[in-house]
């Protein structure tokens, strides 16, 4: 918001406090995220992905079962009135796959779908995240081959376009790459964590004390050193080094894939803006396939989140593949607000004067009903801040002035062509 | 231009020379009390920030890439890459009490206050071992806890270990070993792949030297 011209003092009691984590929206921050929302939407719809409206709770059993473990330390929970616990949704993806594989099951497949909403996670508040966050996202469900993986790739790369985000690059992996090589190496579950965290922070040395530490052969020692090198464009030869580092038919799949869905990007000129990380081993717990993120600058965690999810719906209903992925909207928004400044405050097209003849309400309902935004003139609002005021003169005129014009008078009749040319300026 | 965060002191010191052994450009300018000094030809942004504070720069992307103490990377539990060791500021986290019960088992305290600079990692620590321990969070000499019974144990940065002899503690045991590591902000290596990989790759030349 601007700064306010009117000279009111702060109220004198002390302001309520808000949890941490949460946030208020007004103004152009309030109307940035809507129109955000709205922006994907419109783009989904184009895609023929329909809108899925899940609960905000549900069971905490559903949110934190098999399907979210990782997600089951960071829910909110709280007792429904029978003493069943019940949990804030964490994501919206877990009930999508929910309602898809528990009511959907016989619909004709894939299936397609679109949300937006907040979803909650207790987490610590760095990086642009919020304890309620807005998500939108897509899922396609029951569709298992790279057509699909790509389109919701282009989708992304098209929707973080539509949001108007000047810059930002998605990064590729396929955790079937990372699996394959972890059943060809043979470790047990507390020696994966580590390989795992290592691969996380990139950190080569410590993957390197990792494989001399668990005895690992040399050339084991040097394909999981390997995998630290499998980054770079989609024409660089990253997946050709990933074809050869392939120990077994998983890795060897994991390539195809990432080379049919690389194809498939090409077609959809997007290419441009992936890169490739066969190391990237970090996501949601349910994913099985590719997965990728989006960044963008000034904000240092990802932007979008998403992959291929085959065993999610299964725990619901019939086993379905998916992909799909997540927008962060908060972190979108930030980042677009601190790369472009802050979004401008919604203000009237039109301020309209109260009069004694009442003619103002045909006025202000006609230059409504054109579309124009307009405010009466009711308070104290300075309507300079308007792009123009209209005046009622009581004798069948009005008087409209417009910010470095003269003053433009005519009678009522007029309004609508005068509220058309207005309409005009402005778009 | 990549931004790099450093952190004042000594490993400032070291990874300057380390950077330019590596074919890099150092300040353009004596620093002095500025913060932020681009290099002389121009490629690297330099900004100078408290220990610290370093993998918070950088996590938060206000640096690319930054030069920090695991420890102190570990101690923010800072979200980043953290492609390479390197050859300076070899340290440990340590545990340390007055000489006195150096055979006491840690187990045996009783609620325990321990004087650190480094919460997070002491926390976890003691947590861990499932002894409840009472932080005392303090911002400097945090081997005087014992002498002044405003601690029983302390949980520092052993170097030489000559501190600690002054003050009449000994080590009990090590936390975590630490080393000056690069990081680099997860954002930015996906935007700046080429310039950063540039800059590590002559950076492990250098080193392997």
Known sequence: ?427 | MLTIALPKGRLADDALVWLQRAGWSLPATDSGRKLVVASQDGRLNYVLAKPMDVPVFVEQGAADIGIAGRDVVRERAADVFEPMRLPFGHCRLSVAGPAARKDLPLRLDVYPRVATKYPRLTGQYFRDRGISAELIVLSGSVELGPLVNLADLIVDLVQTGDTLQANELVELRTILESQAILIVNRASYRLHTAAIDALLSSMRHTIGK
């Open chain 1, 1 to 427: 918001m601007t700064h306010s011209s009117l000279q009111i003092p702060p109220p004198s009691i002390t302001p309520p406090a808000i949890p941490r984590g949460v946030a208020d929206f007004f103004g152009g921050a309030a109307q940035a995220r809507r129109q955000a929302e709205s922006a994907l939407r419109q783009l989904a719809r184009l895609w023929a992905y329909t809108e899925i409206i899940p609960p905000t709770f549900e069971y905490a059993d559903t949110l934190a079962g098999e399907a979210g473990s990782q997600l089951a330390a960071e829910l909110y929970r709280f007792l429904d009135r029978d003493g069943r616990t019940l949990a804030l949704r964490p994501d919206l993806t877990i009930p999508t796959a929910r309602i898809a594989g528990s009511k959907l099951y016989d619909q004709a497949l894939p299936q397609r779908f679109f949300y937006t909403g907040s979803a909650f996670r207790y987490e610590e508040l760095r990086g642009g995240r919020q304890r309620e966050f807005l998500q939108a996202g897509v899922e396609l469900i029951g569709a298992g081959g790279a057509d699909a993986d790509a389109e919701v790739l282009a989708l992304a790369v098209q929707a973080l376009q539509a949001l108007g985000l000047p810059k930002f690059r998605f990064s590729l992996g396929h955790l079937g790459y990372f699996h394959g090589l972890l059943a060809h190496l043979a470790l047990a579950p507390a020696e994966i964590a580590r390989v795992q965290a290592a691969l996380d922070r990139k950190s080569h040395d410590e993957v390197a004390d990792l494989a001399a530490e668990l005895r690992l052969p040399p050339p084991e020692r040097q394909t999981l050193l390997g995998l630290l090198d499998l980054i770079g464009s989609l024409e660089s030869d990253t997946l050709a080094r990933a074809q050869k580092l392939a120990r077994n038919q998983k890795m060897q799949d994991a390539v195809q894939r990432l080379q049919a869905i690389s194809q498939r990007l090409h077609h959809y000129a997007v290419h441009h803006a992936f890169m490739v990380d066969l190391a990237d081993v970090r996501g949601m717990d349910y994913y099985t396939g590719i997965t990728f993120k989006a960044y963008t600058s000034q904000m240092g965690s990802s932007i979008v989140n998403g992959g291929r999810y085959d065993n999610l719906v299964g725990h619901f209903g019939p086993p379905r593949p998916a992909v799909g992925c997540a927008f962060y909207l908060d972190r979108i928004l930030l980042a677009q607000r601190r790369q472009l400044g802050p979004p401008p405050d919604p203000r009237p097209d039109l301020f309209i004067h109260p009069c004694a003849c009442a003619q103002y309400v045909a006025l202000a309902q006609q230059s409504r009903a054109a579309g124009l935004i307009t405010a009466l003139a009711l308070g104290p609002e300075s309507p300079s801040t308007a792009a123009a005021s209209l005046r009622c003169t009581c004798d069948g005129g009005a008087i409209l002035e417009r910010p470095g014009q003269p003053p433009q008078r005519f009678a009522v009749g007029e309004w609508p062509h005068i509220v058309a040319e207005l309409k005009s300026l402005g778009s």
